[in-house]
């Protein structure tokens, strides 16, 4: 006698600011693909493929979502352009063949899930191994001035968006397992981001190609997040510029975060060339839960 099988249960996820709301249909998600090719890596997406029959937009439609593709245009990455994250992929797993006429496969982001449906630090992730496809990614050149760093242990890293509007310069100490630096943290939008950060000091970094940054606020609206408007890879976040008013007007959380944090800035090191981040012991930390006021999942 047949094994039945489980009824599918329904996931709802949404971009953090929440222009697009989605659910998906899908029996229990216990197993993700990870794809370390060259978009993928830098955005950190974990993909489940839902049939299309199996897709609703509760909010926004897809085909407003910001699109990216490259090399050969087979698959485009659609992101949010207000808050940077991305949500979808679409295009054919399996190439069409010649006369074949087949819907695209609709990839989503588990990341952009809502808050407590899956851990991603705990899911079981199995790697595609994109990066070994035709054609080889050429990594966008930093041109910039360099950066500038006071320690004679720093080194020069160079880094870049996937399109290569936005290129970085970093100083810093060896990115091994040894780094002390880097963190990976689950609140509201880094989660969703799959960012791992570093905060050197603002001498250490570089950012040619600032104008193709999208500048994303929320909550309190003192940490500002920039991505590139054109392929949507979150690059870093830095505090906005207050006045000592508006700091004495704050409250004692956030007057010591933004005492500690004015001067240097967090760099997403998923953007960084020849970089793993895996190979890093990045730490990592509840900040769904530590920052408040929480976020309200919509």
Known sequence: MAEEQAPPKTYRGNCHCAAFVYEISLPEIKQASECNCSICYKKSTIWVFPKPSDVKFVKGDSSALTNYNFNNKQKTHKFCSTCGVSLMVVGYLRPLETGENRAPDNGFNIRTFQHGQIDVWKLDIKTFDGSALPPKYEVPKFTGPQPVGDSEDLQLYTGSCHCGAVTVGLKSKPLDKNFQGAMECNCSICGRYGATWTYPPKAQVVT?????????????????????????????????????????????GSRQWYT?????????????????????NATRFDGYTYIQPGYVEP
């Open 208 to 252: 040619e190609g600032r104008g193709d940054l999208g500048v994303y606020l929320f909550n309190k609206n003192i940490a500002s997040k920039k991505f590139c408007k054109i392929c949507g890879v979150p690059v870093y976040s830095e505090a906005v510029q207050c006045t000592e008013e508006q700091v004495a007007q704050m409250d004692e």
């Open 260 to 280: 500690r944090s004015k001067d240097l800035i967090a760099l997403n090191l998923r953007v960084i060339n020849g970089l793993d981040v895996k190979d890093l």
